[in-house]
């Protein structure tokens, strides 16, 4: 290894790279053959993957992290006035045919590239109705009340006062996947004074340029804010992400999407020191106690099957006592989801419910899309209790698991220990079950019927950033659904009236 002073500027096929105290990593041949000087290797603490990050994707994640930081600074010498000005004329350009278009152009390429490549377009895809909750949540930032310097607190004592103030937290960095709405959801960071750098997915990226072109930068530019309030790291590599969550000047990471990526974004942020917010693996479980009444239970799981996101119905589990009738009840219910749809419909049912599937439906074949195309698979096949923590991410067809327990206290352990710690939900008619399963279940949102509640916009009124999960750990004195009007910090202003105070 050869290096110029404290700088890394070569890497060998077998060399030691000591992380986490005790560990070590191996650099590869491949690694070791792509490195050039002034690139980084992050480690990722949680796998010990040695994570290349080229030096023009550094240096352009950099860039946009300076531009953010800078205009944080700006920012906050600018009016309330001006930031729902910015809100406004966001708002304004989507929902103008005209601009729209190329936006809209840009979008449909995106499509067709994913779905070329076999990749899901069920988020991506950028509808009419996605267009109008953008342009709503943007419209909704504009008419919420400004909370960035709110007095939350006064001590008083003799002489003097201590306040405590709303404050704006930094420069937001923010890695999502392949929603173009989610650049709406974010730019609510800049209600409460706070900056924010985007990187978008692959798939979305021709569509996320066109929206700061075309509708973002404009808006920026006619309200007077600082051109880096919100800003793009306009990459498609992975590099980027892992670069801009390296990035110690941010105040924040929020990564939102699913499963291994995710995970390995916050296992960098914190590495560096950066408060996180993940948003994970979904998939929402619903447990069916002996007194669950039937009509509504068959309600609640067939409106937690209608699309695939992240409370979506995943897994539900039947108390035994009630498996004779209810686990019909489920199956009618998942069909109804699928007819909804226009769509069939699958079941992986546990050894345990599967004694209680009539023999015709396993032997049932139907058509099942995905991503990937269509399969012809059984309706009901067995599934393994240990492999209740997979996620189905679903396309066109309805796909959920389904396990008969013991009792509801069965469900909450194996809810506790497979699931992604993020959504339960209980049919019971009775308050006391409704309790002990509140307190017992590990999960940041519970709820009594149907999962697909759980949203910032549907729930509180107001455009989320993410939804976290706690497979991370909990959070510190916030919750689950983060807004932009949550993204603050709390500073401390003395009011002195007795000159001679002294201590």
């Not at 392949?178 to 692959?202: M, Y």
């Not at 700061?212 to 590099?239: M, N, Y």
């Not at 929402?284 to 007194?291: E, G, I, L, N, R």
């Not at 546990?350 to 049932?364: F, G, I, K, N, Y």
Request: hydrophobic residues 45%; aromatic residues 6%.
């Amino acid at each position: 290894m050869t290096h110029a002073p404290g700088r890394l500027t070569s890497l060998t096929p077998g060399q030691p790279i000591v992380y986490g105290g005790d560990r070590v990593a191996t650099v590869s041949d491949e690694l070791a053959a792509t490195f050039r000087p002034g690139d980084r290797v992050i480690v990722d603490p949680a796998s010990g993957a040695l994570l290349h990050v080229p030096a023009d994707e550094h240096d352009r994640a950099a860039e946009a992290v300076g531009a953010a930081a800078a205009a944080f600074a700006g920012l906050a010498r600018c009016t309330d006035d001006q930031i729902t000005a910015f809100f406004h004329g966001f708002a304004d350009r989507l929902a103008d045919d005209t601009v729209f278009a190329p936006i809209a152009a840009a979008n449909t390429d995106d499509v067709d590239r994913a779905r070329a490549r076999g990749r899901s377009t069920t988020r991506l895809e950028l509808s009419t109705r996605m267009r109008a909750d953008m342009v709503d949540g943007l419209r909704g930032w504009a008419t919420t009340t400004s909370s960035r310097d709110e007095v939350v607190r006064n001590v008083e004592h003799d002489g003097w006062t201590v306040e405590a103030r709303r404050a704006p937290l930094g420069v937001v960095g923010f890695v999502f996947e392949g929603r173009p709405n989610v650049f709406a959801d974010a730019a609510g960071v800049v209600r409460t004074g706070n900056t924010v750098v985007f990187r978008i997915g692959s798939d979305a990226l021709g569509t996320a340029r066109a929206i700061v072109e075309h509708a973002l930068e404009p808006a920026l530019d006619a309200a007077g804010l600082p051109s880096g309030t919100v800003s793009l790291v306009a990459s498609a590599a992975h590099a980027a992400g892992w670069a801009l969550f390296s990035d110690p000047r941010l105040s924040l990471a929020v990564a939102r999407g699913s499963g291994p990526a995710v995970a390995q974004l916050g296992a960098v942020a914190r590495s560096a020191g950066i408060a996180v917010s993940l948003h994970g693996t979904g998939g929402a479980w619903m447990v069916a106690a002996p007194d669950a009444d039937t009509e509504r239970f068959r309600l609640a799981v067939r409106h937690s099957l209608d699309r695939k996101v992240c409370n979506t119905l995943n897994v539900c589990c039947i108390v035994g006592e009630r498996a004779a009738d209810l686990v019909p009840t489920f199956i009618a219910a998942v069909e109804e989801a699928g007819e909804q749809r226009g769509a069939e419909t699958r079941v992986h049912a546990t050894a345990a419910a599967l004694r209680h599937v009539p023999d015709e439906l396993t032997a049932r074949t139907v058509r099942v899309e995905r991503a990937d195309g269509v399969h012809d698979e059984p309706f009901v096949s067995e599934y393994a209790v240990g492999d209740l923590g997979h996620e189905w991410e679903w396309e066109g067809s309805p796909e959920v698991t389904l396990h008969v327990v013991e009792s509801v206290d069965e469900a909450v352990a194996l809810c506790n220990e497979h699931s992604p710690h993020f959504v339960a939900a209980l049919v019971s008619e009775s308050a006391s079950e409704h309790d002990r399963f509140f307190a017992t279940v590990d999960a940041p949102f519970v709820g009594d019927g149907m999962t697909r509640w759980v949203d910032g916009q549907y729930a509180l009124d107001a455009p989320e950033l993410g939804l976290s999960n706690w497979e991370g750990g909990r959070m510190l004195g916030r919750g689950g659904i983060l807004s932009g009007d949550s993204v603050f910090t709390v500073r401390y202003r003395a009011r002195i009236t007795d000159a001679g105070l002294h201590r």
